[in-house]
């Protein structure tokens, strides 16, 4: 997660102060884990130098508030349009499962089993955050969970195919 795009994305529609904006990127990050404040900081200072951010003054309880600038607005639509590459623990477990076959290593089957067993804890742990998501209403939260769900799914049954092929 960009924390540069974060900020940007936050004060896309309105202004706003730094320990707002730490909270709403925790928000954003859900499940991803939580943004050191002095990231935050750090980051304004920069986008503030590239002319992205600019200082719009202080609210009411006398906290600096950020803005954004043009610039800035072009550089998160630019970012925004940009293809993610698909990168997942899959894709690093399927090396790692390639190795262990190139040199037949003899717990090729242990691994997938413990890979498979990873696999089913995520899926419950998610599967309980998506419920309580839906019971809270928070639609994004709940539809990027069942995005993650579905991806451990087609792990979990590429897994199976190759555990099926080895007996």
Same mark, same amino acid.
């Given at each position: 997660?960009? /924390?540069?795009?974060?900020?940007?994305?936050?004060?896309?529609?309105?202004?706003?102060?730094?320990?707002? =904006?730490? =909270?709403?990127?925790?928000?954003?990050?859900?499940?991803?884990?939580?943004?050191?404040?002095?990231?935050?900081?750090?980051?304004?200072?920069?986008?503030?130098?590239? @002319?992205? /951010?600019?200082?719009?003054? &202080?609210?009411?309880?006398?906290?600096?508030?950020?803005?954004?600038?043009?610039?800035?607005?072009?550089?998160?639509?630019?970012?925004? =349009?940009?293809?993610?590459?698909?990168?997942?623990?899959?894709?690093?477990?399927?090396?790692?499962?390639?190795?262990?076959?190139? &040199?037949?290593?003899?717990?090729? @089957?242990?691994?997938?089993? @413990?890979?498979?067993?990873? &696999?089913?804890?995520? /899926?419950?742990?998610?599967? @309980?955050?998506?419920?309580?998501?839906?019971?809270?209403?928070?639609?994004?939260?709940?539809?990027?969970?069942?995005?993650?769900?579905?991806?451990?799914?087609?792990?979990?049954?590429?897994?199976?195919?190759? /555990?099926?092929?080895?007996?």
């Amino acid at each position: 997660m960009s /924390v540069k795009y974060g900020i940007l994305t936050l004060l896309y529609k309105q202004k706003n102060h730094g320990y707002e =904006l730490k =909270l709403e990127l925790d928000s954003l990050l859900g499940t991803k884990g939580k943004i050191n404040p002095g990231q935050i900081y750090t980051t304004l200072d920069r986008l503030i130098r590239d @002319q992205l /951010v600019s200082s719009a003054g &202080i609210d009411h309880q006398e906290r600096k508030l950020y803005e954004l600038e043009p610039k800035g607005k072009e550089e998160l639509e630019k970012w925004l =349009l940009e293809p993610v590459p698909y990168n997942t623990t899959k894709e690093d477990f399927f090396f790692k499962w390639s190795c262990a076959r190139k &040199i037949q290593f003899h717990e090729e @089957q242990r691994m997938l089993e @413990q890979q498979k067993t990873l &696999i089913i804890q995520e /899926v419950m742990e998610l599967t @309980q955050l998506k419920t309580e998501f839906l019971l809270e209403g928070d639609e994004t939260k709940y539809l990027l969970t069942t995005g993650m769900l579905f991806h451990l799914d087609a792990d979990l049954n590429w897994i199976n195919q190759v /555990v099926n092929r080895n007996r």
